[in-house]
Every structure is written in C-alpha cells, then in structure tokens.
C-alpha cells in the first residue's frame, strides 16, 4: 500500500519495550507460546479476549479498566504504518456515519511487546490481535505477523510495514469496535446467554464474518493507495486465519461445528462482499441464510 504520505493517528499508545505492558508490572497473567498455541489458534483476531481468558464464567471477576496512555508516536516503519491504517479507518467510518447522521468516536490502537493489561484482563502476544469493548481498544503485538506466517500459512509480505495483511487484521479488529459503538455486540452477547454451545458459536461465526466485511468496506474506500497484490495479501491472510485452516494444522482434522471464525472460504468471500460494495448494510451477516 502507498502509505508514506498517510495521516498518522493520534490515537495510539506505543507500550512496546515497556514491561508489562507500561507500568502494569509482572502481577497480570503469565502467559506461555507453548501453553497457549491452542488459544491463539481458537481465537485469532476474536473480538472478546475474555472469552480466551476464562473470565466470563466468573462474572467479569479480575477484569480492570485500561484508559488513555500517553506516549510518543511510532517512530519506525511498522509502528507509523498502524498509526496511518488506523488513521485511514477514522476517516473512513468517521464519513460513513456522519453520512447516517451519526458521530463515530473511533478506538485507540495498542501496540505492546509480549503481554500487556487491558480492559479485558491480562493478554499476552500469544493472544493474537484482538479488540477489548470495555477500554474500546484494538491491541497488538507487531511480532504477530511473523507467527502468521510461521505458525498459520500467512501471506510472506505480511510482516513488512505496508503490508496490506497487517491492514486487514487492523482493519478487522476496527470492525469489532464498529460493532460495539451500534449495539450489534451487546445483542449478540445477550442472544448467546439464552443460546445452545452451537448457536453460541454459529453467532461468534456471524460476528467475525461481519467484522471481515467491514474490513472490506474499508478498504473499498482506499482503492487510491491499494497497489496490485494488496488484495491477495488480505485475502490470504483471512484465509489463514480461517478455523479449518487452523483446526487442520493445530488438530490435523476440521470440526465445523467448533468454528467460531468461520472458515477461509467464509472469511473471504465475506471481505469481498464489503470490498465490491462498499456498504455496511451489505455486511448483515446476521440476516445471511447461508454464510
């Protein structure tokens, strides 16, 4: 992607090279690659860290309220091309819901290094990228994008700063907060609590599904700066991370009815959707009578 001469998002906290995550210090949860491989695999881009935590079963208990941080802006290539993707994502939804006559208050990006304290709890980089609704904050350790690569078949440029697949995973995890600020997440939340496991996994489906297609209208409103292979390395990316890719190389079988995700072919097809239209309507995953 041509992003150099980007807007750079003031709505960053770079925590990266601060232990625990920025003076949260060592007393959060330990985490492990080794003892968390499964998770990460399970919940890769998921929208509630929680539900990786254990935290739910006990009502919340454990879960602390991380505000604003302070800090310098990125000063190298990775760290400014999160900061102009998430600057790109605020001009975007920001015309879209002004265009619906609303306001739309965008999501703070964290970057750490190895684990951090979120609103959701203690995460750690084996947690995969995710957005935390109660702080309203996308988190990510950039060295994630080396394990999509290693660990999940991800696309080979998708640790370089410009990579259109880190702009997917950004662009993923804004769509879980688009989520959050319209009520869509409460509602699914509240009909998984009165739902059987597989409804409740059949709506975390439909919820990531979602999430892909935002993505995609996202990037249908920045074409200008899309070079060739961006969108190949998107839908590569989403491929990756699709449950029965993982399932496949985690458990060496697919279990569909485990899928909270969706599938490769899902995920992408889902992406394509916002991308070719451009609208969120076209989004409505939860109407969809065939994912």
Request: net charge negative.
């Amino acid at each position: 992607m041509r992003w150099r001469e980007g807007r750079r998002s003031s709505n960053v906290e770079d925590m990266r090279g601060r232990s625990g995550g920025g003076g949260f210090g060592g007393g959060g949860m330990k985490f492990g690659l080794g003892g968390l491989v499964a998770i990460a695999a399970a919940y890769f881009l998921g929208v509630d860290p929680r539900l990786i935590m254990g935290l739910l079963g006990d009502g919340g208990a454990g879960v602390t309220q991380s505000g604003p941080v302070e800090t310098a802006p990125p000063s190298d290539d990775a760290g400014q091309y999160a900061a102009v993707v998430l600057g790109w994502t605020e001009d975007v939804w920001g015309q879209l819901f002004q265009q619906a006559g609303q306001q739309y208050s965008p999501p703070r990006l964290q970057l750490f290094s190895d684990q951090t304290q979120s609103g959701c709890g203690a995460a750690s980089s084996a947690s995969g990228p995710f957005y935390c609704p109660p702080d309203q904050k996308v988190y990510i350790d950039l060295d994630f994008f080396q394990e999509l690569i290693s660990r999940f078949g991800g696309p080979n440029d998708a640790t370089h700063a410009g990579s259109f697949a880190q702009a997917y995973v950004i662009a993923h995890e804004v769509g879980h907060h688009v989520q959050t600020i319209t009520g869509i997440s409460d509602k699914v939340r509240s009909a998984q609590g009165r739902a059987s496991q597989e409804e409740q996994n059949l709506l975390q489906v439909r919820m990531e599904l979602q999430a892909d297609c935002y993505a995609g209208v996202w990037a249908h409103y920045k074409q200008d700066v899309i070079e060739p292979g961006d969108i190949d390395s998107g839908l590569a990316a989403a491929a990756a991370v699709g449950d029965d890719q993982i399932q496949k190389r985690t458990q060496g079988h697919v279990v569909p009815e485990s899928f909270t995700h969706g599938s490769a072919e899902q995920r992408q097809r889902w992406f394509m959707q916002g991308y070719e239209s451009g609208q969120p309507n076209a989004c409505d995953t939860f109407a969809a009578r065939s994912l």
